[in-house]
């Protein structure tokens, strides 16, 4: 049955398909015609009709084929009237037209539009009655037009005359009562009246000015249809109200406006066309475009039907016939009104207005058309009535309406509690409310009146009280003063509302509501009266002075301190006459007479302000604090504007009337004005008043006059202001912010000091000690700002500096957060020789309690404590060595100081040993006490840093010393939990605040793991200790400065032990007899296990921070061990989970003692791991961990002390027995003893024993690793090729598992290897051929190194793995090898015009034609190309990246000479290309070729993101400078250049010449003058379109501006070399010094900021669809790949700026992650250096990575400031720039104009004095190199200049102290690299202070190489930047402490050996030297093409170079104690010797 079903089945489909074949063939008849059409169809549609099958019919296909030979008759034949009526005609009609093949049908309709509108013609012309049988032709006609209008959406839009029909059958009665008929219509045809819609929708799309057919389409709404038109709404509020214009809202307007009295229009209709326009105005007036849609400025007295609210008024709204409209229109008119009321009342009534003669006519129309709806016979509807009580309460809100309205009004809202007009009711009560007090003279009565009145007679219905007490709540403020009426009736409500059982919890919330105003009203009263009470008390004369005013002071206070003004007020003039008015007496006053304590907490310096500005003169008129304020006046700013508006200007001036004095505006006013102008605007007055009429103005020149007029008037207003006005509003609002306060009582105080007599400010200064240490003071410590605080910021700023005692300051510094202004106080105390003068003639006071002799002891006491709390080691060390009395503290310190713990305590030790002897010869010196306390503490500390707990606890519990803060700390550790708890209970007595959070931590330590000490309760009792803990230290945390630093670490320390003892809290509850069986708890344990292995202390915390959260978390491990243990033994089920704390316990155990290792504290970790012993049964996984940790600390050791230890780490590797180890673990143990064995020298052993460990695990990277470096040592001795390969296949391999940065020194490694390789390339070969696995990521880093290779003869192998790099990271390879392309081409362009016959042009010769043809291939765009590779080896030029292209016109015709040269000669040219013209482009050697190569590959897989990356780059040629900028930049550049000459030829300064170098540069400066030197050569011709459009265009406008004519000449004369004189240096010198200033100020003036729209359309409409593009340098330093931030805008606004030595553009560049960040984009000249440059900030990054992992360097937060930088074309660079950052030379150039004098005054100063020496005829000594420093140090540049700006710039000490500390480390870091990597000399132009944070980054640094030698230049007078200046501003103890430490810090880091730096160094300086080659060969022999560096010179002279690097480092690395190398070094730097030795332009006084 089945079989034969389905064989039958099987037939019917053969069947199907060979009728569709057969139907198939009729297309592919040529003879079959027109004729068979129809029988086809009959036969195709019997054939579906009879097997009931159409939808998926296979007939129909076939069918089409052959209908569309023959579209035209097909199309008549369905339109034809009989085939029309048929079904089954039609959908196969519309299932041809929408078909994917239907366009010549649609074609064919579309072309004749008649035979559409015929359909429709037949149907009216028989006018068949429609009925459910017949065909609808019209449906079928309106189907058919929306067919079309879905393909083609446009079409409609041109036939008028369809849509004429449509519209007609739209707006047909008839129409409508056919759909009304639902039963009597085919159900087909429900759809019509939307598809109707939808096709007039489109027409209406295309032609919006049609709004008439618009309103016909909201007909839609106005009937009942089955279909849904949401779309239309939809159109409307998202298209219409949205997005049109505010004259298409005004046309639409008064559209309305026309039809709203035609009655043929619905009421319906127009209620839905209200429903338009209203959103339409609500969403501009949103958009502040309310004057622009009504139609101009507010004139409520005129009638101007342009005017919206005129026509509304007067047009639409209709008072005589207010119910002329159905009630939907009204209740939208009135919405309408509500709204224009709200946002446009000054357009309705202007009240001041009193002349106008129409005045108030519309307030009276609108008031009269709302007013029926207070008649109840009137309204019946709710919503109507309520809509016109909104209109009403908006009016009452805006303008002055009568009492008796307002009153007959808000008794009806009262009454209104219908539900259905709630929300309406609610709104308008809103508005009404708040306006009632100040609408009438009692309006606070009339509330109460009202409000009682209806709760009394209407309250029975609980509907009315929901309705009317709500109001009360919500306004509870407003009813306050009539409370009493209504309370008792609120008390009744409540037992109605809330006690009922009917009650809802609506009206519950209700009555607890009300309850809750009750209390707050009886607060408020509480207050206010006691308030009152105290002022009539003080305010009484006969009881001032009385004991009972004293009894009331504290309420008296209170009373000053009120929030409502004019109660404060009242106590504060009482305040103010009882005390005189003189400043002196004042501030006495506040000193000693007023006790605050008793303001408590509040910050009362807002009291003290108002006393002290309150006896301001009265009289004096209010001034502008400083001119720069003022605005300049109209005609001063004219006179800049160009020619044509000046004239203009001048016309409107002599229609001026009357002259004004305007200039003397004065900004400070701006505050009083407002007020004053808001004083006339509000419109109190009654609406009906009537004036004479008023001449309307019509004349612009009048309306200007009236407003100059005004204006005038308004500034006359100003100058009566007077100052103790502004001063009385600044105290008042001072009561509002306390910030306020502060910063003005800090800038107030010290301008008031100046103005006291001596005697006075002697006699405040006595009192000010007393009064700032008072107790009155302690309860203001936890304020912030405290008032003591803001005092003592006050007091430090004035001079003379008031002299406070060390400890008073130091006392004040930690209790008022003062920390940084005490630190600053003491070092000016203890290192300004004027303060310690001052100091020591003080008078006594009662306040000295020892003799004054030791002050500057006592100084330095309070100094060096603040600093250890701060946390300031480095500081704090600094200090200690200038002050220590035995040599051996030093020593000590130092070691302590770097980590050296073990030393230190060793040091301490002998310290103590050494006093010990000298006390036995004579008694102790008071003065070496503190030094002796130093060694107590400091060796403590040494025992925690190296974990010796037994030892601390033996030492606190000795006896003599009990020390039960130390025990605490130690003995739960051991543990000794008794012992703890005696301690306890001993520190609790005497806690210092700061540490009771620890107090609370131990308690819960006890708590949990006493064994004695079992809580019952004991979960909640530690949770109770987590929050009083977690409250005291945050607590601690706000008495902290505001900018978190080293301080802030011990409470973040805190925070992760007190959340780790809530933790042991949940894992002691899961191991409780009760709990211990349940698997949750297992569980619990074991997250909490795993969250305690991932949260770790920082590489940074000291050791003893690691051994409190590792001993802590071991003691519960070990709860965890013994709890299952002997749980076990009853449940042996669960035998094993012991295991999970013995594996935490050892995996612990391991951790500890690898940080104690990292920490360089190896004896520390050996003895860690060590304790792993005592577990018994090691997971093995922990035993392999232990060794290798072991062996690594042997490792270590032998790196410092040598062979013994190598030996030993060997042994623990061989007596460790293998078998129990995994094959991975074995191999890496073999790999550790191959290492071993290499270093102790058993070569042979080492290669087998790696060679096992990878043959044991080939994917084990460390063995890879180790092994190559072992190969890599064996080839550079041996040279062996198949070495070389091998070691690069190691490091290759080893980089396949790694992550990115691991990877970094083997991939350093291999690209040095690559210098070794030999003819056949067989080291190259290797790294193309084991590549392949090496993650693209791997190799980021290094792509300059990359494109290096490239161009020399490894090149080809190179290419492979670039186009790898480049398919996963398009934008890392594409900008930097785009570049390198231009760049070559470029210098090939220079040789071909330098006549080198290689770069020549490619000849015209049959061979090249017959090769191009295989190659034009590449894409049929482009031009054709001629190629001298091998076929096919295309070269990229597609059309739409205009940027770069091969093919580019050729520059001069190939001469005769080069017409041999055909392309098969040279072998080395490998492709060639360009266009085939008649003269020959030029040929583009191998480097270029592989370039382009690549570029091509990039193109073609990623087109999007390269064509916006092109889009982008050529978008920034608008970002050149301008001529004057460029002529600029240029002559600065040859100012550097001749100040370099000038210096080289100090030895005869008159006789000094121009070098030929110099001549040429200033020659051709003049042959380009303003149309730039770059532009001249071939730069032009590397840019696209856009950028040859903008030279062109600049060149333009240059060429025609006057003044550039002008300058130009002058110029040309100024530099003529033919002049007698003009060859002398200096006086060169001073002609390019003036034409600097010239164009300096020139360039001032310019603009300084442009839109981006207005030059770069693509760059302004750029956004994240265009591209996924990353921020420029986001890849070169490669991360995860969540990181990465894409470019989601470019900012529209690009400024200009002056940095770099350049006008650079400043473009703002906003993230998808919401940030903006700022890029300079900076024009280079310089191609080959800009690469130097990169190149170092290359080697600074790499080296950031290490100092991220060491901990000496990450504790003191050492990170060099790379900015990125991105070379976008040779000549272009973007820059990430903070904005906050100024050069080292800008700051001084600030400084130098402040003091008037000429910022390189100091150097012309320097030659002047040489000459004056040399012409006497004796060279200039030393002794006069020094005088001229000295000099130029008294009389120009002061020592405090740089200083003198940080305090200007950073007026908050945190902020002083935050920047000086940052910069310090920052320029120790840079002072470091120069000195080390042996860089340029940073001048002050390269040093960019980041004026944000301290940050400091260098530009333009370079490797500094001798030109000729090739050597790194060791030979300058100072090591780095330590001018005197910078040593002033970072003072002494800052250089010998922080800046020392941080460069022996870094240099300690960078020498350890696993980071292997010199790798690093030998990969950068490779490309280094392969550059000074190439510079030096281009030099020799211009125009030929340099060869490749030979491999061995470059061998050597890179390691040459690496090695005088890496002496230096390791000789600022060694390190005894407490002289360090670096010591001298900055002695050295320091030293006035050296400086006066360096060139003046490099400004060694700076």
């Known amino acids: 049955m089945d079989r034969s079903y389905v064989r039958v089945k099987f037939c019917f489909v053969q069947e199907l398909k060979t009728c569709a074949a057969i139907i198939n063939i009729f297309h592919m008849i040529p003879a079959a015609s027109s004729k068979l059409i129809e029988p086809l169809i009959l036969v195709t549609l019997a054939g579906e009709k009879s097997l009931f099958l159409e939808a998926g019919s296979p007939f129909r296909d076939p069918l089409v084929k052959f209908l569309s030979r023959y579209p035209d008759v097909a199309v008549d034949l369905f339109l034809s009237e009989a085939r029309l009526k048929e079904h089954q005609w039609n959908r196969l009609f519309e299932f041809i037209l ?80 056919r759909h009304k008929k639902v039963d009597s219509v085919d159900f087909v045809i429900w759809k019509e009246p939307a598809l109707l819609i939808k096709c007039l929708l489109n027409y209406f799309r295309y032609h919006t000015n049609d709004i008439e057919l618009l309103f016909h389409i909201l007909r839609c709404f106005t009937s009942r249809f089955i279909v849904q038109f949401q779309f239309v709404k939809d159109f409307l509020d998202n298209v219409v109200a949205a997005t049109y214009t505010i004259e298409w809202k005004r046309t639409a307007f008064f559209k309305f406006v026309d039809i709203f009295h035609d009655q043929t229009w619905t009421q319906d209709l127009k209620a839905k066309i ?224 809330g006690f009922t059982s009917s009650a809802t919890i609506e009206h519950r919330k209700l009555a607890v509501d009300l309850a809750e105003v009750v209390i707050k009203w009886e607060v408020q009263r509480v207050k206010d009266d006691q308030e009152s009470t105290e002022v009539r008390i003080h305010k009484d004369e006969s009881l001032s002075g009385t004991e009972l005013t004293s009894k009331l002071e504290p309420a008296f206070l209170a009373g000053q301190r009120c929030n409502q003004s004019p109660i404060r007020q009242k106590f504060v003039e009482v305040f103010d006459n009882s005390i005189p008015k003189r400043i002196f007496d004042r501030l006495l006053y506040i000193t000693c007479s007023q006790n605050w304590e008793s303001m408590g907490g509040h910050f009362w310096i807002k009291q003290c302000l108002e006393l002290v500005l309150a006896v301001a003169m009265s009289g004096h008129t209010i001034q502008s604090s400083s001119p720069m304020n003022l605005l300049p006046s109209a005609s001063s700013i004219v006179n800049l504007a160009d020619s044509q508006e000046r004239a203009a200007f001048a016309n409107i001036m002599k229609m001026k009337e009357e002259p004004m004095d305007v200039e003397s505006v004065d900004s400070n006013k701006e505050e009083e004005e407002i007020e004053m102008e808001l ?108 008032s003591i605080h803001t005092f003592l910021e006050g007091l430090s700023h004035v001079v003379p500096p008031v002299q406070i005692r060390p400890a008073v300051l130091k006392y004040l510094g930690k209790t008022h957060n003062l920390w940084h202004r005490a630190c600053l106080l003491l070092e000016q105390l203890a290192f300004d020789n004027s303060a310690q003068q001052a100091l020591k003639n003080r008078p006594g006071s009662e306040y000295e309690f020892e003799p004054t002799q030791s002050s500057q002891q006592e100084t330095l006491d309070c100094l060096c404590e603040l600093y ?25 310190i130092a070691y302590e100081q770097h980590g050296f713990f073990e030393q230190a305590q060793t040091a301490y030790e002998q310290c103590m040993t050494k006093a010990r002897q000298d006390h036995n010869s004579a008694s102790a010196q008071p003065t070496t006490l503190p030094e002796y306390k130093v060694w107590e503490e400091h060796w403590i500390r040494c025992c925690k840093e190296l974990n010796q707990w037994d030892l601390l606890l033996e030492y606190a519990t000795s006896k003599g010393n009990t020390n039960p803060h130390l025990v605490l700390e130690s003995a739960w550790r051991v543990p000794n939990w008794s012992v703890m708890k005696d301690a306890l209970a001993q520190v609790e007595l005497s806690c210092p605040k700061e540490m009771a959070w620890k107090v609370n931590l131990y308690r819960g330590y006890i708590a949990i793991c006493h064994p004695d000490d079992h809580h019952l309760n004991m979960v909640t009792m530690i949770e109770r200790l987590v929050e009083v803990s977690s409250n005291l230290a945050i607590k601690e945390w706000r008495r902290l400065p505001a900018v978190v630093s080293h301080i802030h670490v011990p409470l973040l320390q805190a925070a992760q032990q007190i959340m780790e003892l809530q933790e042991a809290a949940q894992i002691n509850q899961g191991l409780q007899p009760a709990n211990i069986t349940r698997s949750s708890s297992l569980h619990d344990m074991k997250a909490i296990v795993k969250t305690w292995r991932n949260r770790l202390p920082m590489i940074s915390d000291d050791l003893s921070h690691w051994s409190d959260i590792f001993t802590w978390r071991q003691h519960h491990y070990q709860f965890i061990v013994s709890h299952y243990d002997s749980h076990a033994s009853q449940d042996p089920a669960n035998s094993n989970h012991s295991m999970l704390g013995v ?198 880093p290094w792509i300059p190194q990359l494109l290096t290779c490239l161009v020399r003869s490894e090149g080809r192998l190179i290419m492979n793995l670039l186009s790898q790099v480049g398919r996963m990271y398009p934008q890392a390879v594409y900008f930097p090898i785009r570049t390198l392309y231009l760049t070559l081409k470029i210098e090939q362009r220079e040789r071909y015009k330098s006549g080198d016959p290689s770069a020549a042009p490619v000849s015209r010769t049959p061979s090249t034609t017959q090769q191009s043809s295989a190659v034009t291939t590449t894409t049929a765009t482009t031009v054709t190309t001629a190629s001298s590779g091998p076929p096919g080896s295309s070269v990229p030029s597609t059309p739409t990246t205009p940027g770069i292209s091969l093919t580019e016109e050729p520059l001069q015709p190939a001469t005769p000479s080069s017409a041999g040269l055909t392309p098969g000669v040279t072998g080395s040219q490998k492709g060639g290309a360009g266009q085939q013209t008649d003269a020959g482009p030029i040929r583009a050697p191998a480097p270029m070729w592989r370039c382009s190569k690549i570029m091509h590959l990039q193109r073609e897989l990623h087109p999007t993101i390269l064509n916006s990356l092109e889009g982008i780059v050529d978008q920034m040629v608008w970002f050149r400078e301008n001529w004057y900028e460029e002529v600029l930049r240029q002559l600065k550049q040859g100012l550097a250049k001749c100040h370099a000459v000038a210096f080289e030829n100090r030895g005869a300064v008159a006789d000094a010449t121009i070098t030929p170098h110099t001549l040429n540069f200033v020659k051709k400066l003049v042959s380009t003058f303003g149309v730039g030197i770059e532009n001249v050569s071939s730069v032009s011709t590397t840019f696209s379109s856009a950028a040859s459009e903008s030279l062109a265009r600049r060149a333009q406008a240059t060429a025609q501006d006057p003044v550039f004519q002008k300058m130009k000449s002058q110029f040309t004369t100024d530099f003529d070399f033919n002049v007698p004189g003009s060859t002398k240096l200096h006086n060169l010198i001073n002609k390019l010094k003036k034409w600097i200033k010239i164009l300096e100020a020139k360039t001032k003036l310019l603009p300084k900021s442009f839109l981006i729209e207005e030059k770069c359309r693509f760059l302004s409409n750029f956004s994240q669809h265009t591209a996924e593009v990353e921020l420029p340098g986001e890849f070169l330093l490669p991360k995860h790949s969540h990181y990465y931030v894409r470019i989601a805008r470019f900012m529209p606004r690009v400024e200009i700026v002056q940095k770099h030595n350049t006008a650079a553009r400043r473009l703002y560049i906003r993230g998808h992650n919401g940030k903006v960040y ?5 024009n280079d000249a310089c191609l080959t250096e800009s690469r130097r440059e990169e190149r170092v900030l290359q080697l600074l990054r790499m080296m950031n990575h290490f100092l991220t992992k060491q901990k000496e360097t990450l504790r003191r937060l050492l990170y060099f400031t790379v900015p990125r930088v991105v070379a976008i074309s040779p000549q272009m660079r973007l820059v990430e720039d903070n904005p906050a950052s100024v050069s080292l030379l800008d700051v001084y150039k600030q400084r130098c104009t402040k003091r008037g004098i000429e910022h390189d005054a100091p150097v012309a100063r320097y030659y002047e004095r040489l000459a004056t020496v040399q012409a006497r005829g004796s060279q200039a000594s030393h002794q006069v190199l020094r005088d001229i420093l000295k000099d130029v140090q008294s009389n120009m540049v002061p020592r405090g200049l740089l200083k003198e700006w940080a305090v200007h710039t950073f007026q908050t000490a945190t902020d002083y102290w935050t920047f000086r500390k940052t910069l310090t480390i920052q320029l120790a870091l840079m002072g470091f690299a120069e000195f080390v990597l042996h860089l340029t000399r940073m001048n002050p132009d390269m040093i960019y202070l980041h004026q944000d944070c301290g940050y400091v980054n260098i530009s333009y640094f370079k490797f500094d190489i001798d030109d000729q030698s090739g050597d790194l230049d060791a030979n300058r007078p100072v090591p780095f930047r330590l001018t005197p200046n910078i040593a002033e501003f970072l003072t002494m103890t800052g250089v010998t402490g922080p800046l020392t430490a941080s460069m022996v810090a870094s240099a300690r880091c960078l020498v350890q050996p696993q980071y292997k730096l010199p790798s690093f160094l030998r990969a950068i300086l490779r490309d280094e030297y392969i550059t000074w080659h190439k510079k030096k060969q281009e030099e020799m022999k211009p125009g030929v093409e340099p060869t490749d560096m030979d491999s061995d010179q470059l061998i050597t002279m890179v390691t040459k170079a690496v090695s005088a690097i890496t002496t230096r480092l390791h000789n600022l690395a060694t390190f005894d104690g407490a002289e360090s190398r670096v010591s001298t070094l900055v002695a050295a730097a320091n030293s006035h010797d050296n400086l006066c030795r360096m060139d003046p332009a490099w400004h060694p006084w700076l």
């Not at 094959?1223 to 087998?1248: C, H, P, V």
Request: charged share 20%.
């Open 1143 to 1340: 594996h935490a316990s050892a995996q612990a155990i391991i951790h500890f003692g690898k940080i104690a290792r990292k920490h360089g504290l190896t004896g520390v970790c050996l003895d860690s791991l060590s304790r792993i012993h005592t577990i018994p049964s090691v997971p093995i996984v922990d035993c392999f961990q232990k060794i290798r940790q072991q062996v690594k600390c042997y490792l270590q050791m032998a790196g410092t002390m040598g062979k013994n230890e190598l030996q030993e780490g060997l042994e623990v590797i061989e007596s460790t027995n293998l078998k129990y180890f995994t094959k991975e673990f074995t191999a890496e143990f073999y790999a550790l003893k191959g290492m071993f064995l290499a270093q102790i020298g058993r070569s042979d052993d080492a290669n087998k024993a790696f060679s096992a460990a990878v043959q044991m695990h080939d994917t084990l990277v460390k063995a890879w690793a180790l092994w190559g470096d072992y190969l890599e040592n064996v080839f550079t001795k041996d040279k062996k090729t198949e070495l070389g390969v091998s070691a690069i296949t190691c490091f290759l391999h080893a980089c396949r598992h790694q992550n990115e940065s691991k990877s970094r020194k083997y991939l350093a490694k291999v690209l040095w290897l690559l210098t070794y390789d030999d003819e056949k390339s067989s080291l190259a070969e290797a790294v193309d051929k084991y590549c392949v696995g090496v993650p693209p990521i791997q190799w980021l």
């Open 868 to 892: 250890s709390l701060l946390k300031e080691s480095d500081m704090w060390t600094g200090l200690w060595q200038k002050r220590s009395k035995f040599n051996e503290t030093n020593t000590a």
């Open 98 to 177: 929408t078909h994917s093949d239907g366009k010549k049908f649609r074609e064919v309709l579309e072309s004749n539009p008649a035979k559409l509108l015929n359909i429709g013609q037949q149907q009216s012309a028989e006018s068949i009655p429609v009925t459910a049988g017949t065909n609808d032709l019209q449906f079928q006609m309106i189907k058919l037009i929306s067919v079309l209008t879905r393909f083609e959406e446009a079409w409609l839009s041109q036939h008028t005359q369809i849509v004429t029909n449509l519209l007609t059958i739209w707006k047909s009665d008839a129409f409508i009562e």
């Open 1718 to 1722: 700022p890029y300079l984009v900076v």
């Open 679 to 786: 004083g006339g605007v509000s419109s109190d007055d009654n609406t009906s008043s009537k004036e004479p009429p008023k001449k309307e103005l019509q004349e612009p020149k009048q309306s200007i006059n009236t407003l100059l007029q005004r204006q005038a008037k308004f500034l006359e207003t100003c100058r009566e202001v007077k100052t103790v006005l502004y001063l009385t509003a600044l105290s008042q609002l001072c009561h509002c912010t306390t910030d306020l306060t502060h910063s003005i009582w800090v800038d107030i105080f010290p301008r008031i000091w100046k103005i006291l007599s001596e005697k006075q400010q002697g006699m405040i200064s006595g009192e000010l000690i007393p009064f700032m240490c008072s107790g009155s003071h302690v309860i203001q410590k936890d304020c912030h700002p405290s």
């Open 274 to 497: 209200l429903h338009i326009l209203i959103p339409c105005f609500q969403l501009a007036f949103e958009k502040n475009e309310g004057e622009k849609l009504i139609g101009g400025i507010p004139t409520p007295d005129q009638d101007n039907l342009e005017n919206i609210i005129s026509a509304f008024i007067t047009k639409i709204i209709d008072p005589e016939n207010p119910f002329g409209t159905s009630d939907s229109v009204r209740i939208l008119l009135l919405q309408l009104s509500s709204l224009l009321v709200e946002q446009a009342s000054s357009h309705i009534h202007d009240a001041n207005n009193k002349k106008a003669l129409n005045q108030g006519n519309k307030l009276r129309r609108l008031m009269t058309f709302a007013w029926p709806c207070l008649l109840s016979k009137n309204c019946v509807d709710p919503a109507t009535k309520y809509h016109g009580h909104l209109l009403l309460s908006h009016i009452i809100a805006k303008f002055a309406i009568h009492k008796r309205i307002i009153l007959q009004f808000f008794h009806s809202l009262l009454k209104a509690h219908a539900v259905e007009a709630r929300a309406v009711v609610k709104q308008a009560l809103e508005i009404l409310i708040p306006a009632m007090p100040g609408r009438m003279e009692d309006g606070n009565g009339m509330l109460t009146h009202w409000n009682k009145k209806i709760i009394v007679e209407e309250g029975h219905t609980v509907a009315q009280l929901v309705h009317i007490l709500p109001l009360v709540v919500r306004h509870y403020k407003v009813y306050y003063p009539v409370r009493h009426h209504l309370i008792p009736l609120m008390v009744n409500s409540l037992q109605r509302l």
